[in-house]
């Protein structure tokens, strides 16, 4: 089925360590992002995409980095994991274009303990 | 950047009864969007109901429906005959058109539906 695929859907880090977080759409969406999910924060833009080549910063991109080699994929890299970092991930995508009214496409979200 | 108030944390509703969930914004822009998510213990967001800042008309979805109030930046929603499969996180959400298409989202409202 098209749609936005994330892997891990849960995963355990250790103070320090290093993961990425896959993420991949099929629908040939110009647009990704990044968002984590707090307790009672709502979601919060870590980092987007406009196209392949070229990503820019959301308002918490501190501790992340990603790549946008092809319209498909937007891995988000966590370095030196901290416990600030626990939370639940989503990725996203939609496609821009003029006139066009434009929803998220949703991942199911990854749920990732720092300890 | 624009802020989205859900000042509901907890709602409950009566199966087959009808409940209304609040949200406000904050903006300077005179056109954008306005969204509705749900949010099951799934964890997936479904976009519920999109709603353009031109349109006076209020959009529906079936059971669901908004009150839009431009000028007081207000967007509730509406659920009608509330169902047991109703229960969730609703998220409120805004997207400007010169915002390079990032979404602010609101800090969720948890709706219980009791049989």
């Known amino acids: 089925n098209a749609g936005v695929t994330q892997t891990p859907k849960f995963r355990i880090l250790k103070i320090g360590q290093s993961m990425t977080l896959q993420c991949a759409q099929d629908?040939?969406?110009?647009?990704m992002y990044w968002y984590r999910q707090d307790p009672g924060m709502g979601l919060k833009l870590i980092y987007y995409s406009v196209g392949a080549g070229i990503t820019d910063k959301g308002e918490v991109p501190n501790g992340y980095n990603v790549s946008r080699s092809t319209t498909e994929d937007f891995p988000l890299r966590l370095e030196l994991a901290a416990p600030s970092q626990t939370s639940v991930y989503f990725c996203?995508?939609?496609?821009?274009?003029?006139?066009?009214?434009?929803?998220?496409?949703f991942g199911s979200g990854t749920r990732l303990t720092v300890v | 950047a624009q802020t989205v108030t859900q000042s509901q944390p907890e709602m409950s509703v009566q199966e087959a009864e009808t409940v209304t969930l609040s949200c406000t914004y904050d903006t300077s822009e005179s056109d954008y969007y306005l969204f509705w998510y749900k949010q099951p213990p799934s964890r997936q967001m479904i976009l519920v109901i999109r709603q353009e800042a031109y349109k006076q008309q209020n959009a529906t979805e079936n059971r669901f429906s908004v009150n839009f109030q431009k000028a007081a930046k207000s967007f509730s929603l509406k659920i009608s005959d509330s169902q047991l499969g109703d229960a969730a996180m609703y998220f409120c959400a805004y997207r400007g058109s010169d915002t390079g298409n990032q979404f602010y989202f609101g800090t969720g409202t948890s709706l219980t539906v009791i049989p």
């Open positions: 629908m040939n969406h110009n647009y």
């Open positions: 996203a995508s939609s496609y821009t274009g003029t006139g066009v009214l434009n929803g998220y496409t």
